[in-house]
């Protein structure tokens, strides 16, 4: 077995080699991996793919025909835990092997593959289970195509990243895409429930009580991710000093203390990065000021780094207001300057600020429009060269072979404005700003 593969108690199924879960191992293991579903009856969620004929129970069914997969989804939605059942299900004939791709490379993914192709001669197929796929490189990913391709290994990918993105497109092609939903406010609220009633995997043994009003909040503050609301679980119930009768009433607060970012579906790394940040420029851009500081909010506190917001607010500035409210580019430029130089936490100040009087001021994409007009001309006509009148005559040679021949100042000349021409002859009455674009939102 490869040295960073993680050995459970159904990797290898072999009597002899089996390894059930201990006392000592429930006791250690976090509250999010004693609570895992060991059964598909106990999985919550995933209706779309979970339940009589969908199509997780018809893989199972399938065995041996198990197709590659990539499961993809948000943190706590349940990826490892369909893979973990898949390969349990499969068990008689199937080993599971499990590698994290944070921890793993081409070494040991070849070494996984070497003894995926042994197995395969003994008649025993192999799992490949590769948790944060999205982490291996280009090389990694093309090391583990062509097992997948012949079929050495049954690949089941997991990720919270957008495979479209992260995973090479042959790869990709060779899998299906399982896409996994955020847990509802009912499903984590379910799962709360039972590690509160569980004394074997649960904490019920330290006696918590959680008023219904906390649960509820507790599985809506999770926002769909089942190992955020358990391991906030896990740290307020016995953060909680327990009362004369040995009961450990647990408050709001200590919860929220427990959760701590956890709150903030964020990755600065991930593709929620570039959701939230887009729906703070569209809210913004649709003059909505209530949508532009919730997402300016959300973005925040979760961990967002402030100057980058201020940078994309200054972007803004110019191409969705532009001409319209020219002071819309001050305020947006004063307010990065500000929060660099302030920094947090007093650097919500000056983005709110900017983020109201954008939302607020009127729209337009006439500086865009232009440029982008002139940036085709521009493409069409890159060999045009410069008129002679316009053409930068610093020395006698130059000025002798017409350079800046013609040329009106129009500072003394007011009337060249007009009759000057300044483009090529080409596209000389081309148009690309309309100043009744900037009075247009």
């Given amino acids: 077995m490869p040295k960073n593969a993680q050995r459970g108690f159904f990797d290898d199924f072999d009597d002899e080699s089996r390894v059930e879960p201990s006392e000592i191992d429930l006791a250690r293991a976090p509250l999010a991996e004693r609570m895992r579903p060991r059964t598909l ?9 979970i339940g009589p004929g969908r199509l997780i129970d018809r893989l199972f069914e399938a065995n041996e025909k198990l197709p590659s997969l990539i499961l993809w989804g948000g943190p706590g939605t349940g990826k490892t835990t369909i893979a973990r059942l898949l390969a349990k299900r499969s068990q008689a004939t199937t080993r599971f092997t499990a590698l994290s791709a944070v921890l793993s490379g081409v070494k040991e993914l070849r070494e996984a593959i070497a003894e995926a192709k042994k197995q395969n001669a003994r008649g025993r197929r192999t799992i490949l289970f590769i948790d944060e796929i999205h982490r291996f490189n280009k090389s990694q990913q093309d ?14 990918g997991a990720t919270t990243e957008n495979p479209s993105f992260e995973i090479n497109a042959a790869l990709l092609s060779r899998c299906r895409i399982l896409v996994l939903n955020p847990l509802s406010d009912k499903d984590i609220e379910i799962l709360i429930r039972r590690a509160l009633a569980d004394s074997d995997r649960g904490v019920a043994e330290l006696r918590p009580i959680l008023a219904d009003e906390y649960v509820i909040a507790l599985a809506k503050a999770a926002g769909g991710d089942a190992r955020a609301a358990l391991s906030a679980l896990e740290t307020a119930v016995p953060a909680t000093r327990p009362d004369s009768q040995g009961d450990r009433r647990v408050a709001w607060e200590t919860i929220v203390e427990a959760l701590g970012h956890a709150r903030y579906a964020y990755d600065r790394q991930g593709e ?4 939230l940040i887009s729906a703070l420029i569209k ?12 997402w300016l909010a959300r973005l925040v506190e979760g961990g967002a780094d402030p100057i980058f917001i201020a940078r994309r607010l200054c972007i803004l500035a110019s191409e969705d207001i532009g001409m319209a409210d020219p002071s819309a580019m001050l305020q947006a430029d004063a307010a990065a300057r500000i929060v660099d130089l302030i920094g947090p936490p007093e650097a919500i100040y000056p983005l709110s600020q900017a983020t109201i009087y954008l939302a607020l001021a009127p729209k337009s994409a006439g500086v865009k429009k232009a440029y982008f007009a ?17 053409r930068n005559a610093v020395t006698p040679l130059l000025k002798s072979v017409g350079y800046a021949q013609g040329y009106r100042y129009v500072h003394d000349d007011p009337a060249a404005a007009v009759e000057m021409e300044c483009l090529p002859g080409k596209i000389h009455d081309h148009k690309y700003y309309q100043i009744k674009s900037d009075n247009d939102n």
């Fill in 41 to 49: 009856d106990e999985c919550v969620g995933q209706e779309h793919l």
């Fill in 143 to 156: 090391a583990l195509l062509p097992a997948v391709e012949d079929g050495t290994v049954i690949l089941i």
């Fill in 272 to 275: 929620d990065h570039y959701n």
């Fill in 283 to 294: 809210s913004i851009r649709n003059s909505n000021v209530d949508a532009g500081l919730y």
């Fill in 374 to 390: 002139a940036a085709r001309d521009a493409a069409d006509t890159a060999r045009e060269p410069v008129p002679l009148h316009l």
